[in-house]
């Protein structure tokens, strides 16, 4: 399945993950963090399906787990007590401060997985390729290298377990074969690199300065929803300065006064992680009414 | 004015007092279609780097290279990277980007070429070599062929005039090869690019080059049309440059010989050149074999006269089977198609059984499966006795070698051998301990001089060729002892004197009641080297067959000896079998 976030320009996609991710991280609002929590779920479900809930699941629910705990028993710099676990005295504070983090942190990772299923390495590399394409290019290599490395380390196996594979090893011997492996991949990858190399050269790398394909075009949907984006991000930002969306958990627990500045600010939030989400939403929609009049 | 002209081209490699190319002269029109033929190392790649800047060779040099009459590295870089483009041998290490959109790019990336004009470049040369189908995809994903298409199609975006190829077919299977040369002929035809190629694989590229150059120990022996060059192959003392030649012309100047000159006759057998196609061979050898031969009959005695040709020949029964596969079936994911699909077979010791097929049939899957590095779904890899040691050479013989020396990696087995001497053996969830038998001392020396190995140990296994690899490889195997050996496209990347090396190893090996399997594209060497030939369709064996039998009932996917004689000897598959039948059907005089 193709997203419209995939045909968008890589600039489109790049600004809009960094910018949810980035967000989530600069306000520790619980707000701020709940709503952005929703929405990375809700995402990474629809753009990575079952493995985004896998990831969900057993990733980011463990990786909670344990930021709250050790937020909720080790950090009471907070003043309301709650009760006492040995010598350890459990503050409010620490526990309301280790939700919003780990809350943070696991919408921050789901962001990422958003980020990756719709933007591949190919597309980064055409955004910083142009400002630095020789570190741009040398990334590349070396993303492609490990791929090669895997296939690589598959065969090796094939060969090592003829020679070695039905014997019965001591523990020495285990690591000195586990050592001859490695040297058997550096050898011939290195060796492999040489003719890549030569590939370069014979292509012309290095004669002076590169200049790159341009395979993405600014379409009007594009210029349209950045724009958009980019008052949202204003927005956002702009409310944080204010101070709309800001929150202290030390010494004591701010609290929450739905004024009306704050219940603006939060419907700006709200709209702005659901960005990726409309995105989709808007082309299914369209795809749909296109799909009634043929 | 000449588009490449070579001048008394000398040159030794840094460090090394030895000449590797010696006086070398020649010129290339625009348009031509050259191939470059020579054992393994007589220099072809050294000389086809020389004529590609940016990549020559560090070493002594006298003599120059000369494009459009000036001299090569006097032409500004960018413009000789555009207008000679090279092919390597390797596709996997060629590709440089991810996708193959950017790979098609990256030439004109490097040379500066403005953005809106690489678009076009890109968009036309796809257009050309029909690969749409690729352009979106990540070069991860293709097949070698595929690659090496790629890698054709991201020199043409640049322009190329001349386009050199360093046996760019040689680590493809034959259908990939066959596109592949079908895209250089078209691209030669319709382009009028100019082609040197060096390559293995005489038999296909003969017929399609135009000139063809005859490379030894860094002479340039004979340069001329390829039917000439034939004939010089053929005339030729030396053993080595004799296996060079193709099998249609070898026929025709073997059977040649056997037929009894008259003077009015002599001027047919034409000393100065060879018919090189399949097509022109055959119906001369037909009218030939009509005319010398006594054929009365020979449909019906064939059989008796040769009793390898049963198709029980190669089903031994009793103490001679060593491995029994049972009903195998494998497939990598549940709801994936079987690769192996009940699949029966025996191995038999001092069997020399070859498994041909095409791509994607599961030659390497029966393969794991059978050294035990792959459990099958469902049936059993039966073994005679628990000890049974099989030994399995992966594809890349690179994957073996962890020393600098091949002396030290042998010894690095050997001693792990000696000091592991007991093999873990699963038996119904439980390990026992067998001791394998004790390697003798002096036993890994008396191993090095019956595989002739002594002259490459000293070496870096990286610095051998392709065939001497192959033999470090086996080497490597043959210390564990193994009671079954196989080899995954032994001969990929092997010219055919290294072939025939390998194959006299393996035989022998065989002899000593060593089971060797080999899986293999290469039908030429399975019929003319194995005891067995099965044919793996489908995830199935379809059968288990002298090669003699399998081929000469195929029509197509057979030997070109049994292409140019199947109407006179129905049974001929090799060179050999023609020429045996030749003469023992050849009226006495």
Redesign the interface.
């Given at each position: 399945m193709k997203f419209s976030l995939q045909l968008a320009h890589p600039a489109v996609t790049f600004v809009l993950f960094m910018s949810v991710a980035g967000m989530t991280i600069i306000s520790f609002h619980p707000v701020n963090i709940a709503l952005s929590l929703f929405f990375s779920l809700v995402s990474v479900i629809i753009f990575n399906g079952k493995k985004g809930l896998k990831l969900a699941v057993f990733f980011c629910v463990p990786l909670m787990a344990i930021t709250v705990f050790l937020n909720t028993f080790f950090n009471n710099n907070g003043v309301t007590f709650l009760f006492s676990v040995g010598n350890l005295q459990i503050m409010l504070e620490g526990l309301i401060y280790g939700l919003c983090s780990a809350g943070a942190i696991a919408a921050t990772v789901m962001w990422f997985s958003c980020y990756s299923a719709v933007m591949?390495?190919?597309k980064f590399l055409y955004l910083f390729g142009r400002a630095a394409?020789s570190a741009a290019?040398l990334v590349?290599?070396t993303?492609?290298q490990s791929?090669?490395m895997r296939q690589?380390l598959k065969?090796?196996?094939?060969?090592?377990?003829?020679?070695?594979?039905?014997?019965?090893?001591s523990l020495a011997?285990k690591l000195r074969l586990a050592l001859?492996?490695v040297?058997?991949l550096l050898?011939?990858v290195m060796?492999?690199?040489i003719?890549?190399a030569?590939?370069?050269?014979?292509?012309?790398?290095?004669?002076?300065?590169?200049?790159?394909?341009?395979?993405y075009i600014w379409r009007f949907a594009d210029k349209t929803f950045f724009i958009t984006l980019f008052v949202f991000i204003t927005l956002c930002v702009a409310s944080f300065f204010k101070g709309t969306i800001r929150f202290d958990f030390f010494p004591l627990l701010d609290e929450l006064k739905p004024a009306a500045a704050e219940i603006v600010t939060y419907i700006i939030f709200f709209v702005f992680y659901s960005l990726p989400l409309l995105a989709e939403l808007k082309e299914a929609l369209k795809w749909r009414s296109y799909q009634s009049k043929i | 004015m000449a588009l490449l002209s070579v001048e008394n081209l000398n040159f030794a490699y840094a460090g090394h007092s030895q000449t590797v190319l010696k006086d070398i002269s020649f010129r290339v029109e625009r348009g031509e279609f050259i191939l470059v033929c020579g054992p393994s190392g007589s220099g072809k790649t050294t000389l086809l780097r020389h004529i590609?800047p940016?990549?020559e060779p560090v070493g002594t040099k006298s003599g120059c290279v000369k494009y459009y009459g000036k001299e090569l590295d006097r032409w500004p870089?960018?413009e000789t990277?555009?207008k000679i483009?090279?092919i390597?041998?390797?596709p996997?290490?060629?590709?440089?980007?991810?996708?193959v959109?950017?790979e098609l790019?990256?030439?004109?990336?490097?040379?500066?070429?403005?953005?809106?004009t690489?678009?076009k470049r890109?968009a036309e040369t796809v257009s050309y070599f029909g690969i749409e189908h690729l352009y979106n995809k990540k070069?991860?994903e293709l097949s070698g062929g595929e690659k090496q298409i790629v890698?054709t199609a991201?020199?043409m975006t640049?322009r190329p005039d001349l386009l050199l190829l360093d046996e760019p077919a040689s680590q493809l299977d034959p259908i990939a090869a066959r596109s592949l040369y079908d895209l250089l002929v078209r691209m030669n035809n319709e382009l009028g690019i100019t082609i040197i190629m060096t390559e293995h694989r005489l038999d296909d590229i003969f017929p399609i080059a135009r000139r063809v150059m005859l490379m030894d120990n860094g002479k340039l022996l004979c340069d001329n049309t390829p039917e000439k060059t034939a004939a010089y192959i053929g005339e030729s003392e030396n053993e080595t440059l004799k296996d060079l030649l193709p099998a249609a012309p070898r026929i025709y100047l073997e059977v040649n010989k056997l037929i009894p000159q008259t003077p009015s006759e002599t001027n047919k057998i034409d000393d100065i050149s060879l018919p090189i196609m399949t097509r022109q061979v055959k119906p001369w050898f037909e009218n030939a074999a009509a005319k010398y031969l006594d054929l009365t009959g020979i449909k019906e005695k064939q059989p008796k006269r040769d009793d390898g040709l049963s198709k029980s020949a190669c089903v031994k029964k009793g103490e001679d089977k060593i491995i029994e596969l049972k009903e195998l079936h494998f497939k990598f994911e549940k709801q994936g198609e079987n690769v192996i699909d009940n699949l029966s077979l025996d191995l038999n010791r001092g069997e020399f059984l070859s498994i041909v097929g095409g791509n994607g049939a599961g030659k390497t899957t029966l393969l794991?499966l059978i050294?035990?590095?792959l459990k099958p779904y469902s049936g059993s890899v039966k073994k005679s006795y628990p000890g049974l040691?099989?030994?399995?050479?992966?594809?890349?013989p690179?994957?073996?070698?962890?020393?600098d020396r091949v002396i030290d990696d042998l010894k690095?087995?050997d001693d792990?051998?000696r000091?592991?001497p007991?093999?873990?053996?699963k038996k119904s969830r439980e390990s026992k301990?067998h001791n394998r038998p004790v390697t003798e001392n002096g036993s890994l020396d008396k191993l090095m001089e019956k595989l002739e190995i002594g002259g490459i140990i000293e070496k870096h296994p990286?610095d051998l060729s392709a065939g001497e690899m192959q033999r470090a490889a086996v080497a490597?195997?043959l210390i564990?002892n193994?009671d079954v050996l196989l080899l995954d496209e032994p001969t990929k990347g092997l010219d055919k004197h290294s072939k025939k090396n390998l194959a006299e190893l393996l035989t022998a090996l065989c002899k000593e009641g060593v089971c060797v399997v080999t899986v293999t594209h290469d039908i030429e060497f399975a019929a003319e080297y194995s005891d067995c030939c099965a044919m793996l369709f489908d995830g199935k064996i379809l059968s288990k067959e002298p090669p003699r039998s399998l081929f000469s009932d195929n029509m197509c996917y057979t030997t070109v000896a049994h292409l140019v004689a199947d109407r006179v000897f129905e049974k001929a598959v090799t060179v050999r079998d023609v020429l045996n039948e030749w003469k023992a059907h050849s009226v006495k005089n």
């Amino acid at each position: 399945m193709k997203f419209s976030l995939q045909l968008a320009h890589p600039a489109v996609t790049f600004v809009l993950f960094m910018s949810v991710a980035g967000m989530t991280i600069i306000s520790f609002h619980p707000v701020n963090i709940a709503l952005s929590l929703f929405f990375s779920l809700v995402s990474v479900i629809i753009f990575n399906g079952k493995k985004g809930l896998k990831l969900a699941v057993f990733f980011c629910v463990p990786l909670m787990a344990i930021t709250v705990f050790l937020n909720t028993f080790f950090n009471n710099n907070g003043v309301t007590f709650l009760f006492s676990v040995g010598n350890l005295q459990i503050m409010l504070e620490g526990l309301i401060y280790g939700l919003c983090s780990a809350g943070a942190i696991a919408a921050t990772v789901m962001w990422f997985s958003c980020y990756s299923a719709v933007m591949s390495s190919e597309k980064f590399l055409y955004l910083f390729g142009r400002a630095a394409p020789s570190a741009a290019l040398l990334v590349s290599l070396t993303l492609e290298q490990s791929n090669l490395m895997r296939q690589k380390l598959k065969l090796i196996d094939d060969g090592q377990h003829s020679l070695y594979g039905d014997a019965e090893k001591s523990l020495a011997q285990k690591l000195r074969l586990a050592l001859n492996k490695v040297t058997v991949l550096l050898s011939w990858v290195m060796e492999d690199s040489i003719i890549t190399a030569d590939a370069m050269n014979a292509r012309g790398f290095g004669t002076g300065k590169m200049t790159k394909m341009r395979p993405y075009i600014w379409r009007f949907a594009d210029k349209t929803f950045f724009i958009t984006l980019f008052v949202f991000i204003t927005l956002c930002v702009a409310s944080f300065f204010k101070g709309t969306i800001r929150f202290d958990f030390f010494p004591l627990l701010d609290e929450l006064k739905p004024a009306a500045a704050e219940i603006v600010t939060y419907i700006i939030f709200f709209v702005f992680y659901s960005l990726p989400l409309l995105a989709e939403l808007k082309e299914a929609l369209k795809w749909r009414s296109y799909q009634s009049k043929i | 004015m000449a588009l490449l002209s070579v001048e008394n081209l000398n040159f030794a490699y840094a460090g090394h007092s030895q000449t590797v190319l010696k006086d070398i002269s020649f010129r290339v029109e625009r348009g031509e279609f050259i191939l470059v033929c020579g054992p393994s190392g007589s220099g072809k790649t050294t000389l086809l780097r020389h004529i590609k800047p940016r990549l020559e060779p560090v070493g002594t040099k006298s003599g120059c290279v000369k494009y459009y009459g000036k001299e090569l590295d006097r032409w500004p870089e960018r413009e000789t990277a555009a207008k000679i483009g090279m092919i390597l041998q390797n596709p996997e290490n060629q590709i440089v980007a991810q996708t193959v959109r950017h790979e098609l790019a990256f030439g004109l990336e490097c040379i500066g070429t403005p953005p809106n004009t690489i678009l076009k470049r890109v968009a036309e040369t796809v257009s050309y070599f029909g690969i749409e189908h690729l352009y979106n995809k990540k070069t991860s994903e293709l097949s070698g062929g595929e690659k090496q298409i790629v890698a054709t199609a991201s020199i043409m975006t640049m322009r190329p005039d001349l386009l050199l190829l360093d046996e760019p077919a040689s680590q493809l299977d034959p259908i990939a090869a066959r596109s592949l040369y079908d895209l250089l002929v078209r691209m030669n035809n319709e382009l009028g690019i100019t082609i040197i190629m060096t390559e293995h694989r005489l038999d296909d590229i003969f017929p399609i080059a135009r000139r063809v150059m005859l490379m030894d120990n860094g002479k340039l022996l004979c340069d001329n049309t390829p039917e000439k060059t034939a004939a010089y192959i053929g005339e030729s003392e030396n053993e080595t440059l004799k296996d060079l030649l193709p099998a249609a012309p070898r026929i025709y100047l073997e059977v040649n010989k056997l037929i009894p000159q008259t003077p009015s006759e002599t001027n047919k057998i034409d000393d100065i050149s060879l018919p090189i196609m399949t097509r022109q061979v055959k119906p001369w050898f037909e009218n030939a074999a009509a005319k010398y031969l006594d054929l009365t009959g020979i449909k019906e005695k064939q059989p008796k006269r040769d009793d390898g040709l049963s198709k029980s020949a190669c089903v031994k029964k009793g103490e001679d089977k060593i491995i029994e596969l049972k009903e195998l079936h494998f497939k990598f994911e549940k709801q994936g198609e079987n690769v192996i699909d009940n699949l029966s077979l025996d191995l038999n010791r001092g069997e020399f059984l070859s498994i041909v097929g095409g791509n994607g049939a599961g030659k390497t899957t029966l393969l794991r499966l059978i050294s035990g590095i792959l459990k099958p779904y469902s049936g059993s890899v039966k073994k005679s006795y628990p000890g049974l040691k099989i030994s399995f050479l992966p594809q890349n013989p690179q994957s073996l070698f962890a020393h600098d020396r091949v002396i030290d990696d042998l010894k690095f087995v050997d001693d792990f051998i000696r000091s592991a001497p007991a093999v873990k053996i699963k038996k119904s969830r439980e390990s026992k301990l067998h001791n394998r038998p004790v390697t003798e001392n002096g036993s890994l020396d008396k191993l090095m001089e019956k595989l002739e190995i002594g002259g490459i140990i000293e070496k870096h296994p990286y610095d051998l060729s392709a065939g001497e690899m192959q033999r470090a490889a086996v080497a490597m195997l043959l210390i564990t002892n193994p009671d079954v050996l196989l080899l995954d496209e032994p001969t990929k990347g092997l010219d055919k004197h290294s072939k025939k090396n390998l194959a006299e190893l393996l035989t022998a090996l065989c002899k000593e009641g060593v089971c060797v399997v080999t899986v293999t594209h290469d039908i030429e060497f399975a019929a003319e080297y194995s005891d067995c030939c099965a044919m793996l369709f489908d995830g199935k064996i379809l059968s288990k067959e002298p090669p003699r039998s399998l081929f000469s009932d195929n029509m197509c996917y057979t030997t070109v000896a049994h292409l140019v004689a199947d109407r006179v000897f129905e049974k001929a598959v090799t060179v050999r079998d023609v020429l045996n039948e030749w003469k023992a059907h050849s009226v006495k005089n």
